[in-house]
C-alpha cells in the first residue's frame, strides 16, 4: 500500500456522461499529481494542485477539471465522455510543491472505460 | 522542452541474465531522473532516483543505475533478472528550474524474464 488511495478502482459509463474520480494523498502530503495513461499516448500529466491552489497544468481537456480541498484530498471530474477518454488514471502525491526530490508517489489508479 | 526516450518497447532475458533498460533524457538544465516499475493492474513503484547527488544509485529489488551527462543516459541494470522482475518499466525526468512540478515520463519498456 503506497498511503495514496484512489477510488473508485473501476468505473464504466456511457458516452457524454460525466464522471468523478478521487484521490486521497498520503499522510503529511500536500501536492496532487493527476496523470492519464493510456496504450497510445502512455502516461500524461493532467494538473498538479498544492495546498488547495493549481500549480501546473499539462495537457488536460478543458473538458475536464480538478480540484483540492481543504483535507488535501482531490478529485478530477471527467464531462461529457468520449470513448477516448477511456484510460487509467493516476493520483500521486509528494510532499511539497515540487516533487523531485522528495519524490512522487503513486496510487493504484482509476481504470475508466467509457462505452 | 525536456523529455525522455526509452529505447525497446519491450526486451526480453533469459532467468538469472543481466537486465539493461536503456533512458536518454533531453533537458537543458541539470535533470532530476527517476525509474519506476508497474506490475500488471497495479500502479507505479519507485524503483529509485537521481537528484544531483551520486551519479550511481541503487533501488530496490537489486536495481541501479548510472547517471551520464555526457551521454544524456540514466540506464537501469540489474546483474541478475529474476521472475518476478517481469513487469513495464519507465524513466521519468523532471527538472530543477522554476515551475518544474510534473515528470515527463516515457513509453515504458515491457520486461519479459524467460525461465
Known amino acids: 500500500d503506497s498511503g495514496v488511495t484512489q477510488t473508485p478502482k473501476h468505473l464504466i459509463t456511457a458516452t457524454g456522461q460525466r464522471v468523478t474520480l478521487r484521490c486521497s494523498p498520503r499522510?503529511?502530503?500536500?501536492?496532487v499529481y493527476w496523470y492519464q495513461q493510456s496504450l497510445d499516448q502512455g502516461l500524461q500529466f493532467l494538473i498538479q494542485?498544492?495546498?488547495?491552489?493549481?500549480?501546473a497544468k499539462g495537457n488536460i481537456l478543458e473538458r475536464f477539471s480538478a480540484q483540492q480541498f481543504p483535507d488535501l484530498h482531490s478529485e478530477l471530474n471527467l464531462s461529457s465522455l468520449e470513448l477516448g477518454d477511456s484510460a487509467l488514471y493516476f493520483c500521486?502525491?509528494?510532499?511539497?510543491?515540487?516533487?523531485?526530490?522528495?519524490?512522487?508517489?503513486f496510487g493504484s489508479g482509476t481504470r475508466l472505460t467509457v462505452v | 522542452a525536456q523529455s525522455v526516450t526509452q529505447l525497446g518497447s519491450h526486451v526480453s532475458v533469459s532467468e538469472g541474465a543481466l537486465v539493461l533498460l536503456r533512458c536518454n533524457y533531453s533537458?537543458?538544465?541539470?535533470?532530476?531522473l527517476f525509474w519506476y516499475v508497474q506490475y500488471p493492474n497495479q500502479g507505479l513503484q519507485l524503483l529509485l532516483k537521481?537528484?544531483?547527488?551520486?551519479?550511481l544509485v541503487k533501488g530496490i529489488n537489486g536495481f541501479e543505475a548510472e547517471f551520464k551527462k555526457s551521454e544524456t543516459s540514466f540506464h537501469l541494470t540489474k546483474p541478475s533478472a529474476h521472475m518476478s522482475d517481469a513487469a513495464e518499466y519507465f524513466c521519468?525526468?523532471?527538472?530543477?528550474?522554476?515551475?518544474?512540478?510534473?515528470?515527463?515520463f516515457g513509453k515504458g519498456t515491457k520486461l519479459s524474464v524467460i525461465p
Open positions: 500521486a502525491s509528494s510532499p511539497r510543491r515540487q516533487g523531485r526530490v522528495y519524490g512522487y508517489t
Open positions: 499522510s503529511g502530503d500536500l501536492s
Open positions: 494542485y498544492y495546498n488547495g491552489e493549481e500549480r
Open positions: 533537458s537543458s538544465v541539470p535533470p532530476y
Open positions: 537521481y537528484t544531483s547527488a551520486a551519479t
Open positions: 521519468a525526468v523532471t527538472f530543477s528550474g522554476a515551475g518544474s512540478y510534473q515528470l515527463t
